[in-house]
């Protein structure tokens, strides 16, 4: 079958991770095995979408002990990526404005009929929105938050900075408050304008040169007053 693809999930003891530093290594086979813990019991609890474009699952991949090891979706062959699709350089006569704004109507469409369905998008960013055919594709449905499922991903750029606070460790973010319909409509409102403008509505740049002030780009947005 040509029109479909599997996702598999890695396992703890994947082969890719002796490659890794030791720390990221555990780091990395704990998440594993999280990811698998969790969806055993999350994608058979997946809503049922009436969407072509939201690739949620299709079919469940099982291993020969019956744990839950992926899912089937739709293929969409060779696509732009949101953030490809956006990118300045193709703003010189290959991208017109309503083009643009064809694409991020339908991805406000997009998130309002997952809001319909209890789904929260969550870790919104512009490598989870494909472009083909005119069309964007909703991607990573595996990691949207339902019911109980939580999303605890996030990407810093595009997160409500009203469910996080300053971590205490270096210049990033960390998550305290769940995602909800709110925050993904304050990501949306963030591809909106890096999309139409090529701009972060808190990358700026600094008038007052006291580097006491600075405060740098990823924080930004916790700093609003």
Known sequence: ?????????????????????????QEESLNAALRLRIHQDKLKKFPQINSQTILSPQELIFDEKGMVRGYVM????????????VNPANRNGNLQNDMMTKMLLELYDGVSLLHDKGIVVGDFNDSNFLIK???????????????????????QTFIDPLICEKSSFGNSMNMTKPYSQTSDYYSFSVFMMQSLLCAHPYMGQMINKDPKLKVENGLRPLFRE
């Open 1 to 25: 079958d040509k029109t479909r693809v599997g996702k598999i999930y890695k396992l703890p003891d994947d082969i890719s991770y002796t490659s890794l530093p030791p720390q990221k290594a």
């Open 74 to 85: 739709k293929l969409i062959d060779n696509p732009l990526t949101w953030q490809q699709f």
């Open 133 to 155: 055919d005119n069309h964007v594709w909703f991607v990573d449905a595996d990691a949207y938050q339902f019911d109980k499922y939580q999303c605890k991903t996030f990407t």
